[in-house]
């Protein structure tokens, strides 16, 4: 097994794309690369980069990933400019099977249930990776952007694939502001609207954890009572852009895009118990409509009667999240006697210090960790992160998704 990382942060797309590649071969003392996991910023012609790649990687090697606000690495950490980062694999012990379905954006169930049926099924199996387009229509200065939706696209894989596989991935986005629009590198070509996928089997075990980093606003429960897809109308009978708007004291809320501070939590833990951040579902609020009726969330999986919470956003409980759980991931590998060999950190864009005005990059917890243990790490921000959470894998907010590839 040899995996390498590579960076890069330049705007000439095919020549990034042709250092990232350089690098990770170098870095991982690769002669014969197998499997490429690829990300870059928005900003970077995706075609180009993707060139960059194949032209040193070859172009037989499948390469997987898409668009990222930015990029995790064991040396590197950045969201400004174009960067850009891959993990190459060359490996005996991993087996990989890619598929890609497009028009995502009509119908993401029924893409879901095309990309299981390409993928198989095999008693094997030991995980499902896969990336999709968050952006169906991009935002604007005036209205927030409209949303391909998780939760479809998950049941539409489950229905079809039946099986206890976790599935894990991503939503991508290419910036902050919802404004560009995304791509996906779908192992042998680049596609938009799409959804792309990797089942990996082989001598190998899969970790995960997830770093949160909500709490309760105030503690009550309110009523879902009018809602529409991703549109909330009403809570508890009254106008909730009202509601909030008594929350912030002012309307200035409504020009954010997402909403800085405050989330929509769903707890599946017990009512009146002591809040566990393990036990709630986040959903960031991508904006208030401009007529001001009603706000958009990021998944269309709640319904009217469905009881929430509002929530804010803890730095300093996420920034103690991602050390505490990645620490002790990596302890759990010890103590069950494997070896860790790679780490993917899958990172809510909304945890960057810039946008969560912290002094401290909660990504670079992660960081530390693995480079203590000497573990290859590629890391990008994303719209929405999917993993299992409470039996049933689940698209997430908020969060950051930490996955580790353990051998004997």
Same mark, same amino acid.
């Given at each position: 097994?040899?995996?390498?990382?590579? =960076?890069?942060?330049?705007?000439?797309a095919?020549?990034s794309?042709?250092?990232?590649?350089? $690098?990770?071969?170098?870095?991982?003392?690769?002669?014969?690369?197998?499997?490429?996991?690829?990300f870059c910023?928005?900003q970077l012609?995706?075609?180009?980069?993707?060139?960059?790649?194949r032209?040193?990687?070859?172009?037989?090697v499948?390469?997987?990933g898409?668009?990222?606000?930015?990029i995790?690495?064991?040396?590197?950490?950045?969201y400004?400019?174009?960067?850009?980062?891959?993990?190459?694999?060359?490996?005996?012990?991993?087996?990989?099977?890619?598929?890609?379905?497009?028009?995502?954006?009509?119908?993401?169930?029924?893409?879901?249930?095309?990309?299981a049926?390409k993928?198989?099924?095999?008693?094997?199996d030991?995980l499902?990776?896969?990336?999709?387009?968050?952006?169906?229509i991009?935002?604007t200065?005036?209205?927030?952007?409209?949303? $391909?939706?998780?939760?479809?696209?998950?049941e539409g894989?489950?229905?079809e694939?039946?099986?206890?596989?976790p599935?894990?991935?991503?939503?991508?986005i290419g910036?902050h502001?919802?404004?560009s629009p995304?791509?996906?590198?779908c192992?042998?070509?680049?596609?938009?609207?799409?959804v792309?996928?990797?089942m990996?089997?082989?001598?190998?075990?899969?970790?995960? @954890?997830?770093?949160?980093?909500?709490?309760?606003?105030?503690?009550?429960?309110? @009523?879902?009572?009018?809602?529409?897809?991703?549109?909330?109308?009403?809570?508890?009978?009254?106008?909730?852009?009202?509601?909030?708007?008594e929350l912030y004291?002012?309307?200035?809320?409504?020009?954010q895009?997402p909403?800085?501070?405050?989330?929509?939590?769903?707890?599946?833990?017990? @009512?009146f118990?002591?809040?566990?951040?393990?036990?709630?579902?986040?959903?960031?609020?991508?904006?208030?409509?401009? $007529?001001?009726?009603?706000?958009?969330?990021?998944?269309?999986?709640?319904e009217?009667?469905?009881?929430i919470?509002?929530?804010l956003r803890?730095?300093?409980?996420?920034?103690e999240?991602?050390?505490?759980?990645?620490?002790?991931?990596?302890?759990?590998?010890?103590?069950?006697?494997?070896?860790?060999?790679f780490?993917?950190?899958?990172?809510?864009a909304?945890?960057?210090?810039?946008?969560?005005?912290?002094?401290?990059?909660?990504?670079?917890?992660?960081q530390?960790?693995?480079n203590? =243990?000497?573990?290859?790490?590629?890391?990008?921000?994303s719209?929405?992160?999917?993993a299992?959470l409470?039996?049933?894998?689940?698209?997430?907010?908020?969060?950051?998704?930490?996955?580790?590839?353990?051998?004997?």
């Amino acid at each position: 097994m040899k995996i390498g990382i590579g =960076y890069c942060n330049e705007k000439e797309a095919f020549s990034s794309g042709k250092k990232v590649a350089k $690098n990770a071969l170098k870095n991982g003392n690769i002669r014969r690369p197998d499997f490429v996991f690829a990300f870059c910023n928005g900003q970077l012609d995706h075609e180009e980069f993707f060139g960059g790649l194949r032209s040193v990687v070859g172009k037989e090697v499948p390469i997987v990933g898409g668009s990222a606000i930015g990029i995790i690495t064991n040396d590197y950490l950045s969201y400004d400019g174009c960067p850009a980062g891959a993990a190459v694999l060359q490996s005996d012990i991993l087996q990989h099977r890619v598929a890609a379905v497009g028009n995502f954006d009509k119908d993401e169930k029924t893409a879901g249930r095309k990309l299981a049926k390409k993928l198989s099924r095999e008693l094997d199996d030991k995980l499902l990776l896969m990336f999709y387009d968050s952006i169906k229509i991009p935002a604007t200065d005036e209205t927030p952007p409209v949303l $391909n939706a998780s939760s479809p696209l998950i049941e539409g894989i489950e229905q079809e694939l039946r099986s206890n596989v976790p599935i894990i991935g991503a939503g991508a986005i290419g910036d902050h502001a919802f404004f560009s629009p995304t791509r996906q590198f779908c192992g042998s070509y680049v596609g938009s609207q799409s959804v792309v996928g990797v089942m990996l089997t082989g001598d190998f075990k899969p970790y995960f @954890r997830i770093m949160h980093g909500c709490t309760p606003l105030n503690g009550i429960y309110h @009523r879902i009572t009018k809602i529409e897809g991703s549109v909330i109308y009403e809570m508890d009978g009254k106008p909730i852009v009202e509601m909030i708007d008594e929350l912030y004291g002012n309307q200035d809320w409504r020009h954010q895009h997402p909403v800085n501070l405050l989330t929509i939590g769903i707890n599946h833990g017990k @009512r009146f118990e002591e809040p566990k951040e393990s036990n709630y579902v986040n959903r960031l609020i991508t904006g208030a409509l401009p $007529n001001g009726e009603g706000i958009d969330i990021f998944e269309p999986d709640l319904e009217p009667g469905t009881e929430i919470q509002f929530m804010l956003r803890d730095t300093a409980k996420m920034i103690e999240s991602a050390k505490r759980n990645s620490a002790e991931l990596l302890k759990q590998i010890e103590a069950d006697g494997r070896k860790a060999f790679f780490g993917m950190y899958i990172d809510c864009a909304g945890r960057t210090a810039n946008y969560s005005n912290t002094t401290t990059e909660e990504a670079s917890e992660v960081q530390e960790v693995f480079n203590q =243990y000497n573990i290859p790490l590629l890391g990008f921000y994303s719209g929405v992160e999917v993993a299992p959470l409470l039996q049933k894998s689940r698209g997430l907010n908020w969060t950051g998704v930490l996955i580790v590839l353990a051998k004997e």
